[in-house]
């Protein structure tokens, strides 16, 4: 099990990529911009993320926690022609999820770019043990949700569609990229040229943002 000293908040990350929002809560941790704060896990459904090189070189615990070994189990072939949605494995392994984060008892969940959508069998304990789970996605609020939403705000700016996006930190529920926001900041898509501007953009963005995001809960659970 993963520690932390009583007053410290603990705060276990999930990731599947670079992680580079975690990165800016490893830099944040137990700073004033995240005070009294600590990572006590990062799990990753991608054993190749390289977020998890980044955990490892900060000496915190990492998991990999793999949906392959769940589909083979639970073979899915799909119905009356449609693809398979693999449900009874997304809900084992969720519930193998839930009791593999609850068993570090954390202060707080980040979801940092993890790429699963999180079925009740992960939310409903979590929520039991009142432990708040937050996501960090870019959009804002109602606007573009699901996956690729940078590149879709960049496809509608280049066809004259919009000229601004955004980024929230918001509590995450079964209906995805749908839960009450925390932080928000617009991002405005004007003077970039690329898709790879935009991408640098949201991000220079997205650092401060979770962490402020981060705090919020945090200080609110405090209270
Ligand atoms: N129940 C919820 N789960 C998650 C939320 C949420 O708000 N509610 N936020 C996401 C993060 N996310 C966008 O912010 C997101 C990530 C992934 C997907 C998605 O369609 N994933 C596919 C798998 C993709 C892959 O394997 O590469 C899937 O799960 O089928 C949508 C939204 C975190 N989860
Ligand atoms: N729908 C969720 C989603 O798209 N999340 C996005 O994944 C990236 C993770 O980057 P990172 O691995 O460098 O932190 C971030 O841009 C985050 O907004």
């Given amino acids: 099990m993963a520690t932390s000293s009583p007053q410290q908040a603990s705060i276990t990350v999930l990731i599947s990529g670079s992680g580079s ?17 600590k990572i006590i896990r990062v799990i990753s459904d991608r054993k190749d993320a390289y977020g998890l090189k980044r955990a490892q070189a900060a000496h915190i ?6 949906i392959l070994p769940y589909k ?16 009874a494995a997304r809900r084992a392994y969720d ?12 202060s707080i969940v980040v979801c940092a770019g993890f790429m ?7 939310l409903d304990p979590l929520a039991a ?19 690729d939403c940078i590149g879709r705000a ?11 996006t955004g980024i929230m930190v918001h509590y995450v529920i ?3 990229d749908m839960g009450e926001p925390i932080v928000q900041q617009e991002v405005d898509i004007r003077g970039c040229a690329t898709l790879a501007d935009l991408e640098a953009r949201m991000h220079e963005t997205e650092h401060p943002l979770v962490v402020k995001g981060t705090k919020a809960v945090l200080e609110k659970k405090r209270q």
């Fill in 21 to 37: 929002n975690l990165q800016a809560l490893l830099d944040a941790a137990n700073t004033p911009t995240l005070p009294n704060a």
């Fill in 61 to 66: 615990p990492t998991t990999h926690h793999g």
């Fill in 72 to 87: 083979k189990q639970h073979p899915d072939s799909g119905q009356d022609g449609k693809p398979p949605t693999f449900e």
């Fill in 95 to 106: 519930k193998d999820l839930a009791e593999l984060v609850l068993a570090d008892h954390p």
């Fill in 116 to 122: 699963r959508i999180l079925t009740p069998s992960f």
């Fill in 129 to 147: 043990a009142s432990t708040p789970v937050i996501n960090l996605h870019p959009s804002l609020h109602g606007d573009l949700v699901g996956a």
């Fill in 154 to 164: 960049w496809r509608e700016f280049e066809e004259g569609k919009r000229e601004k």
């Fill in 174 to 176: 079964a209906e995805v």
